[in-house]
């Protein structure tokens, strides 16, 4: 290796070494240097990651002239942050900052228990810390660290207590104060229940500022919402968070500035755009297309801007004198196959337009962006399957679905058997669903219109007679019957009618036959 001896020079390299206590600054005159770097001319630079020039003694490298991004020294301790060098001001941060060894030296701060979290502590307990630790506060001047009333500068009352702890016991004392329940317990009082007291009771405050006393989110403090009540007890309901709604009469989503209401939301029909400039007619906004027909379509505030004798048309592909909004074209005239509005939702249908009566088939006939408004069919939920529905179990759709139907007249519908087309019977049941039990009905205790079995005579012939087994004239008169035969066949006809109709069963019809052989002669029940 060469060395260019003339480049030796006398040349100070101060190598700064920080003493701890002392802060001496060593000054050592450079040797000669070799600029061919032989190993012996090596030397240890230390990274310098933050650019402070404060390098890393954990992170280092050899060389003979000082590489970038490295340092001569290694005295930083966070080599990750440039405001963390031997150079740096010490903050109370729980940080040594200035690489001395030490944590937020001379700054900590002493803190002192408050038990009772009245911001007043006692010299009993303390701690350091930069800033106040839960529990804790910086004065230490509390005389009663139990009860959060008990505090220097707190009112003192005529109670046999240092209340403002000023070493003197009812100095300057409140005879009797005020006091206001506070029911919520929101920390304000109710101004029409109030109590008088040497201390404060329990449950009451020494406020009367509370609107609303049953309710913990109504007070002073509270943020006013828009909910149609005084939140914050200002005398003002909803005052600054109402909204502007503007009336909008053509449905076409823009409000007309000049008919607005402020609510805190949209009644039906208002929106809280504004912009509209023809609040009667669906196709002139700010969303429509500008044509050449004398009118500011977009209420931009220029009539025909850009027509220059050119308007706007759109293919009208199934004939129904509306267009399609993506299929349009420009011309001076009317070209066949297109219209100049492009209000047209389905251009395939000519039964789908804006003027078109909407049915239901799940489609938007009318191109009101709604789909069967007003044309769906309530269905009722019919369980016993008899015809009649469950009026509390409905659905609405264009078609009956499965097990439902229109009516919803059904009084019981587990019981197929009980419906208003049903027969009323004598069984204390409401059997046709009209609101009357057993109505019309000659029904005795056992559950019979008119037993059958067992009744006398008169009975028989007095409720029979009306069921036609007796011969009646014009007059509707009882003129009795020709023969016996007539007689006995007459109550044959009769009971099968009545074995039939569920009124009676085979027993029943038997005793009936019975009874009529047996009083062939009775009087007036026919004529020889």
Request: overall charge negative; hydrophobic content about 25%.
């Amino acid at each position: 290796m060469f060395i260019n001896k003339q480049l030796m020079v006398n040349s100070l390299i101060v190598i700064m070494a920080i003493m701890i206590g002392m802060g001496t600054i060593w000054v050592v005159q450079a040797e000669e240097i070799d600029t061919d770097c032989d190993p012996s001319d090596l030397i240890t630079y230390y990274a310098d990651t933050d650019d402070d020039t404060y390098g890393d003694a954990g992170d280092s490298v050899e060389a003979c002239s000082l590489p970038t991004g490295y340092a001569t020294n290694s005295l930083d301790c966070d080599d990750t942050s440039a405001s963390i060098n031997p150079e740096a001001n010490e903050v109370c941060d729980g940080v040594d900052n200035d690489c001395d060894g030490a944590i937020d030296e001379g700054l900590l701060i002493t803190f002192y228990f408050d038990g009772d979290n009245d911001a007043y502590g006692v010299t009993a307990t303390t701690t350091q810390a930069c800033e106040a630790p839960e529990g804790f506060a910086a004065s230490s001047t509390d005389c009663n660290d139990f009860d959060a009333t008990i505090y220097p500068g707190a009112d003192e009352f005529c109670n046999g207590i240092d209340n403002d702890c000023d070493g003197v016991v009812d100095n300057f004392c409140i005879a009797t104060s005020t006091w206001y329940l506070d029911e919520d317990l929101d920390g304000f009082g109710d101004t029409n229940n109030a109590t008088t007291s040497f201390e404060q009771p329990e449950g009451y405050v020494a406020n009367s500022d509370d609107c609303n006393d049953s309710d913990a989110s109504i007070n002073p403090n509270a943020t006013e919402v828009c909910d149609g009540v005084d939140n914050n007890c200002d005398s003002l309901i909803d005052e600054g968070v109402l909204i502007t709604f503007y009336f909008d009469n053509d449905d076409d989503g823009y409000g007309d500035p000049l008919n607005a209401a402020s609510y805190c939301s949209a009644p039906e029909g208002y929106i809280t755009d504004n912009q509209d400039c023809n609040d009667a007619d669906a196709g002139i906004n700010p969303g429509a297309n500008e044509i050449c027909d004398d009118i500011d379509n977009d209420c931009d505030g220029v009539i025909d801007e850009g027509c220059n004798g050119i308007s706007t048309f759109y293919l009208d592909a199934d004939g129904d004198g509306y267009g399609d909004a993506d299929n349009s074209t420009t011309s001076e005239a009317l070209p066949s196959g297109y219209t100049d509005n492009d209000n047209d939702c389905n251009d395939n249908n000519a039964d789908i337009n804006p003027g078109a009566d909407e049915i239901c088939d799940n489609v938007d006939n009318d191109c009101d962006g709604l789909t069967d408004e007003g044309v769906l069919i309530t269905f009722y939920f019919d369980n016993d399957n008899d015809g009649y529905g469950d009026s509390d179990v409905a659905t609405s759709s264009c078609s009956a679905p499965s097990d439902y139907v229109q009516d919803n007249t059904d009084c019981d519908d587990t019981n197929a058997e009980i419906n208003p087309g049903a027969n009323e019977i004598c069984d204390d049941i409401d059997n046709n669903c009209d609101g009357s039990i057993d109505e019309g009905l000659n029904c005795d205790d056992d559950g019979t219109d008119c037993d059958l079995c067992n009744c006398l005579i008169d009975c028989l012939h007095d409720c029979l007679c009306d069921h036609d087994p007796c011969q009646n004239n014009d007059n509707g008169d009882d003129v009795g019957y020709k023969n016996h035969g007539q007689w006995v066949s007459s109550w044959a006809h009769f009971s099968n009618s009545l074995k039939k109709a569920g009124k009676i069963i085979g027993k029943d019809k038997g005793k009936m036959m019975k009874w009529a052989a047996k009083n062939k002669k009775h009087e007036g029940d026919y004529n020889d």
